[in-house]
């Protein structure tokens, strides 16, 4: 059974050169979590963005398993490769587990 001190938090904001490349940028990250095999709750909260102009601003808790932490990585990538400046941070606890710059395409 998982824990909340199991819970990965996302943090950061990416900022788009137009409100336009925002949503494309949204749109091709729902489309990487459509790809993964969640569960209805976990891509739930991985699909709620809250946006101000052309910045998307993240600040979600979900679930610590592998398949949630994969999903949400791929969902990131597909959100950084359009950014112009921004970056998410994955963390347990105060442990960083990982990275997502804006700009990167892994």
Request: net charge negative; hydrophobic share 45%.
């Given at each position: 059974?998982?824990?909340?001190r199991?819970?990965?938090?996302f943090?950061g904001?990416?900022?788009y050169?137009s409100?336009e490349?925002l949503?494309?940028?949204?749109?091709?990250?729902?489309?990487?979590?459509?790809?993964?095999?969640l569960?209805?709750?976990?891509?739930?909260?991985?699909?709620?963005?809250a946006?101000?102009g052309n910045?998307v601003?993240v600040?979600?808790t979900?679930?610590?398993?592998?398949?949630?932490r994969?999903a949400a990585?791929?969902?990131?990538?597909?959100?950084?490769?359009q950014?112009?400046?921004g970056v998410?941070?994955?963390?347990?606890?105060?442990?960083?587990?990982?990275?997502?710059?804006?700009?990167v395409?892994d």
């Open positions: 059974m998982r824990t909340t199991d819970a990965i938090h943090q904001s990416y900022r050169g409100r490349e949503e494309r940028a949204i749109a091709e990250a729902r489309l990487a979590l459509d790809d993964e095999d569960t209805d709750s976990a891509a739930t909260s991985l699909r709620s963005f946006s101000r910045e601003v600040d979600i979900v679930p610590g398993g592998p398949d949630v994969f990585a791929a969902m990131f990538q597909a959100l950084a490769v950014a112009i400046t998410v941070e994955a963390r347990r606890g105060a442990t960083a587990l990982d990275v997502f710059p804006c700009g395409d």
